[in-house]
């Protein structure tokens, strides 16, 4: 047995091995570094190859026919400016192998260079194809231009390789059929390299650019008078009509289109033949396969009209695709090397506690007639699973009673039994360990299945039982109720929901709305405000702490919604992931509102204090969120500590089918939570049990740790790079009382007509409630909250205080009227 365990542990050794050299290899910094090296000989073979040009002459007889070997050991006697070695690489490359184009080689090498960087972010496939097609292509087009020069020259401008292949050719096609053959693999290559040459070339070989010089010349000789035209329209089109120099472009098309639909009607008329004439090619161009189209007889009315009102047909694909990112371009992810390595990923397993424990159930449940068949243990980080089946004729229920028995049996804090546990036909019983093991965030997220995963909002939060890393997607989940007791590890696991999306979202396609009442938990976010951030336009601080500016927040969350809504419906689209496609893929005209949508990510701490300040008024927009914001890319997480069903009701639930709870204090709790009790016997400390919608039952998973210090680094590492100039800001909320939303300071020289009643309200009750101002006054919340802030400007309340009611600082009537004197 002892020999069985040795072997193991050898093996878990090894595999912890290979895993950090796997690590080492492909790591940001080994990245770096191989990127910087092969830009670095990059950058000496090209210097190589430039001074070949000018010393390769001289060298010529010094390398030739010499092996390096024999070379190197000749150092110096060459004037190649980077020694024997370059003026032996540069004469192979140049002479033996490729010419000149034997600079595309290093072209792919500085891309590959700058991609391991991270300072560009092109395809290198496509880069390798392009490079090795124009390489060879190369050679043969410059061996083939030179081929009579090559007796008297040091250098050969197609190298060997074009040499020998061009003579093939023309022994075989010919001279005419080997400049065919170089157009023909010239434009094949230019096609699959830009979009434009296919419009291009059908231009050209319709003859469309022979027709606009004509036409333009025929308009010239006869000196039409031109029709008066508005100056703008007159300016914009002599800055895009440029028939000579034609090229096929819709951007300039669209903007064309535009200045046409600008045009007064009446400048459209048919009598105004040469403005329409001087639009002619624009139809031809519209529809460049159909060159009779564009003929003065249509009237010219389809394409500049049209275009710019029917999304359908609207469509610059020719300018390639949109790229979301490029204005943050130079945006590096967070490294792996910002988290700390608590564990090494795998579960050390103490056989003598397993077989103790397995003892212990078995004896317990003997002592309580019941027999079992097998038992079988699975070992997780925090806590090991027991399967047993018992012998037949045993009811379930019975063992389902006696947790408590079994726990205080092996001496365990809490067990849990599953009973049956699902699919398997057997009851689990989950028992803690005695050495129970940090997962850290590193081990989740450096794992390959979050590396690789392809989820839209991808979150790693920790792991299963059987030591697997569990994730899930934000955005299938849609929304996320998350509650756990105080202490219990609900901020670690939003730290490590936040922490999973931040390693796998840019800038520019994931913003947060953060509400944290708490005022602590969040702040340390305030840092990447101008990355990662959205808030309302005029609000000052980007976390919302006020719950006045929570209820804005999230209202005008609500209007981003709705707007977005109208968006996708105009793109006719069905759901964000498919808005931005067609907005990537350029079918869509930003003129017309249509912009890339970020997923949004609200995260409302504190739920329950928030309700209790707020009641109706937040829970109204949350309600709204939850129930229709999926499908435009809006995704809220709700925490809170107390989770009572005046706080989780039952509009609450059905809105958020995936829940996640820590452990709590009652099974009541557990309930209202999960539907089903068990969370009452977690064990604290990230323990926790998920409930993803979809499924019916929830899994225990152990939440990974991110410490404070670790997020610090995080945001410190992603706010120290190029940001956008603001947050992302949400749409402006009126308030009630017509008032815009304002997270500003507070003006006492604008105060409220209320504001003497209410402070006397305030100071006769001394209770700092913004409901009872709401009551008494009957006016709305956001009218009694700004009043309230007005109170606490004035020194007549306490700051925000959570769910308690703010402390009353003026004791009696006579020093408030005092104050209210002194405001005057
Ligand atoms: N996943 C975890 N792994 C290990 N320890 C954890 C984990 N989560 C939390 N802890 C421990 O529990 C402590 C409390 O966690 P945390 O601050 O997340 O609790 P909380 O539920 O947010 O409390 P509160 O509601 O009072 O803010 C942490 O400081 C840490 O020591």
């Given at each position: 047995m002892a020999k069985k365990t040795t072997a193991k542990q050898n093996t878990n050794n090894g595999e912890s091995k290979l895993k950090g050299i796997?690590?080492?290899?492909?790591?940001?910094?080994?990245?770096?570094?191989?990127?910087?090296?092969?830009?670095?000989?990059?950058?000496?073979?090209?210097?190589?190859?430039?001074?070949?040009?000018?010393?390769?002459?001289?060298?010529?007889?010094?390398?030739?026919?010499?092996?390096?070997?024999?070379?190197?050991?000749?150092?110096?006697?060459?004037?190649?400016?980077?020694?024997?070695?370059?003026?032996?690489?540069?004469?192979?490359?140049?002479?033996?192998?490729?010419?000149?184009?034997?600079?595309?080689?290093?072209?792919?090498?500085g891309s590959v260079g700058a991609k391991l960087m991270n300072l560009s972010r092109v395809s290198l496939m496509k880069r390798f194809l392009f490079s090795a097609a124009m390489l060879i292509w190369g050679s043969l087009f410059f061996a083939f231009i030179f081929i009579r020069g090559y007796e008297d020259t040091f250098i050969y401008l197609g190298g060997q390789h074009g040499y020998y292949l061009s003579e093939v050719m023309m022994n075989n096609i010919g001279v005419p059929g080997t400049i065919l053959l170089l157009v023909g693999l010239f434009l094949i290559i230019a096609i699959f390299t830009s979009k434009r040459t296919i419009p291009f070339l059908q231009n050209v070989f319709s003859f469309g650019w022979l027709k606009?010089?004509?036409?333009?010349?025929?308009?010239?000789?006869?000196?039409?008078?031109?029709?008066?035209?508005?100056?703008?329209?007159?300016?914009?089109?002599?800055?895009?009509?440029?028939?000579?120099?034609?090229?096929?472009?819709?951007?300039?098309?669209?903007?064309?289109?535009?200045?046409?639909?600008?045009?007064?009607?009446?400048?459209?008329?048919?009598?105004?033949?040469?403005?329409?004439?001087?639009?002619?090619?624009?139809?031809?161009?519209?529809?460049?396969?159909?060159?009779?189209?564009?003929?003065?007889?249509?009237?010219?009315?389809?394409?500049?009209?049209?275009?710019?009102?029917?999304e359908e047909t609207f469509d610059q694909s020719q300018l390639g695709k949109y790229d979301p990112r490029l204005d943050l371009s130079r945006y590096v992810f967070p490294t792996l090397d910002l988290l700390k390595f608590y564990d090494s990923g795998n579960v050390e397993v103490n056989r003598e506690e397993l077989e103790e424990n397995q003892q212990m159930i078995k004896q317990t449940l003997e002592d309580f007639g019941i027999n079992i068949a097998s038992i079988k243990a699975t070992v997780g980080p925090t806590v090991t699973l027991y399967e047993i089946i018992p012998e037949a004729g045993v009811r379930i229920s019975k063992i389902k009673n006696l947790e408590?028995?079994?726990?205080?049996?092996?001496?365990?804090?809490?067990?849990?039994?599953?009973?049956?546990?699902?699919?398997?036909?057997?009851?689990?019983?989950?028992?803690?360990?005695?050495?129970?093991?940090?997962?850290?965030?590193?081990?989740?997220?450096?794992?390959?299945?979050?590396?690789?995963?392809?989820?839209?909002?991808?979150?790693?939060i920790g792991k299963t039982i059987v030591n697997e890393v569990f994730m899930f997607d934000l955005c299938k989940t849609p929304h996320l109720l998350v509650a756990g007791a105080t202490g219990q590890g609900k901020s670690v696991g939003l730290n490590a929901i936040i922490t999973s999306l931040l390693y796998k979202k840019h800038p520019a396609e994931l913003k947060f709305v953060m509400v944290d009442p708490k005022q602590v938990e969040f702040s340390i976010y305030s840092k990447i405000e101008r990355h990662y951030l959205a808030k309302l336009p005029n609000a000052d601080k980007p976390i919302v702490t006020e719950p006045g500016d929570a209820v804005a927040t999230l209202n005008s969350l609500v209007i981003e919604m709705e707007n977005r809504y109208k968006l996708l419906v105009d793109a006719?689209?069905?759901?964000?992931?498919?808005?931005?496609?067609?907005?990537?893929?350029?079918?869509?005209?930003?003129?017309?509102?249509?912009?890339?949508?970020?997923?949004i990510v609200a995260i409302v701490d504190e739920f329950a204090d928030l309700i209790a300040t707020s009641g109706k008024e937040i829970e109204l927009p949350i309600s709204r969120i939850a129930a229709k914001a999926r499908a435009v890319g809006i995704h809220m997480i709700l925490a809170t500590q107390r989770p009572d069903t005046k706080v989780i009701t039952g509009t609450i639930k059905s809105n958020f089918p995936s829940r996640i709870a820590?452990?709590?204090?009652?099974?009541?709790?557990?309930?209202?939570?999960?539907?089903?009790?068990?969370?009452?016997?977690?064990?604290?400390?990230?323990?926790?049990?998920?409930?993803?919608?979809?499924?019916s039952?929830?899994?225990?998973?152990?939440?990974?740790?991110?410490?404070?210090?670790?997020?610090?680094?995080?945001?410190?590492?992603?706010?120290?790079?190029?940001?956008?100039?603001?947050?992302?800001?949400l749409p402006e909320y009126i308030g009630e009382g017509g008032e815009s939303s304002s997270a500003g300071t507070v003006d006492l020289s604008d105060r409220d007509p209320l504001f003497d009643e209410a402070a006397r309200l305030i100071v006769i009750q001394q209770q700092g409630s913004t409901s009872l101002i709401q009551r008494k006054f009957a006016i709305g919340y956001n009218r009694a909250g700004r009043l309230m802030d007005q109170l606490e400007a004035a020194g007549i309340v306490g700051p925000f205080e959570g769910s308690k009611a703010r402390q009353v600082l003026i004791q009696d009537e006579y020093g408030l009227e005092q104050l209210l004197n002194s405001l005057k």
């Open positions: 796997r690590n080492f290899f492909t790591g940001e910094r080994t990245r770096f570094i191989t990127g910087l090296v092969i830009s670095i000989v990059t950058i000496y073979v090209g210097l190589a190859l430039i001074s070949f040009f000018f010393t390769g002459g001289a060298d010529q007889s010094k390398i030739e026919n010499i092996p390096l070997s024999d070379l190197v050991i000749n150092r110096g006697a060459v004037e190649n400016w980077t020694g024997v070695r370059g003026a032996f690489l540069a004469d192979l490359l140049m002479n033996r192998w490729f010419g000149i184009s034997s600079f595309l080689i290093l072209f792919f090498l606009n010089r004509l036409k333009h010349e025929k308009s010239e000789v006869q000196d039409v008078p031109q029709a008066p035209q508005p100056a703008a329209y007159h300016e914009t089109m002599e800055e895009v009509v440029e028939p000579d120099e034609y090229v096929f472009d819709t951007e300039t098309e669209m903007r064309k289109a535009e200045v046409e639909e600008k045009m007064p009607e009446e400048e459209k008329m048919p009598e105004e033949k040469e403005v329409l004439q001087k639009n002619d090619f624009e139809f031809e161009v519209a529809r460049g396969d159909d060159p009779v189209v564009g003929t003065a007889a249509d009237g010219g009315t389809t394409f500049e009209v049209e275009v710019p009102e029917d408590d028995d079994i726990a205080l049996s092996l001496s365990a804090l809490q067990i849990r039994i599953i009973a049956p546990m699902p699919g398997k036909g057997t009851i689990g019983i989950e028992v803690p360990n005695n050495k129970p093991q940090t997962v850290s965030m590193q081990s989740v997220v450096a794992s390959r299945k979050f590396l690789e995963c392809t989820y839209d909002l991808p979150v790693a006719s689209a069905r759901n964000i992931k498919e808005y931005n496609e067609k907005f990537i893929s350029r079918r869509l005209n930003p003129e017309k509102g249509h912009r890339f949508l970020p997923y820590f452990k709590v204090m009652s099974q009541i709790d557990s309930r209202t939570i999960l539907d089903t009790p068990g969370a009452n016997r977690l064990i604290g400390k990230g323990d926790m049990l998920i409930l993803i919608t979809g499924s039952e929830p899994t225990r998973v152990q939440c990974a740790f991110v410490d404070t210090p670790e997020v610090e680094d995080i945001v410190n590492y992603v706010g120290a790079q190029v940001a956008y100039p603001t947050a992302y800001l």
